[in-house]
């Protein structure tokens, strides 16, 4: 797993998994975890720290998992292609375990 923190978006990171694609993961394959738009209370914050965001990923693995054998996407879905929507900025510093 390697995630990407831009120096002024450090509560949008860019996570990016090994595996196929599915429909909650970018062009450039990191996973759509959130809503870039909703507010902040909806996402991650840096303030809510990697263990957090860790349990965040792993929830949005399994949910992948379960659509790959199911069909169905278990949980909230949001629009992912906004009409007349600003581009979310991408992050520019990587950290790997």
């Known amino acids: 797993m390697t995630i ?11 996570i990016y998994v090994p595996g196929p694609g599915s429909k909650h993961r970018y062009n ?11 507010p902040p209370e909806r996402r991650w914050t840096w303030r809510d720290g990697g263990a957090v965001l860790a349990g965040h990923v792993c929830a949005h693995l399994i949910r992948e998992a379960w ?31």
């Open 4 to 14: 990407e923190f831009g120096p002024n978006t450090p509560d949008s990171p860019a």
């Open 28 to 38: 450039d394959g990191s996973l759509c975890i959130w809503y870039p738009y909703d």
């Open 67 to 97: 659509w790959r054998q199911t069909g169905e996407w278990p949980g909230e879905e949001a629009p992912h292609d906004p009409p007349d929507s600003p581009p979310v900025p991408r992050a520019a510093r990587r950290t790997s375990p």
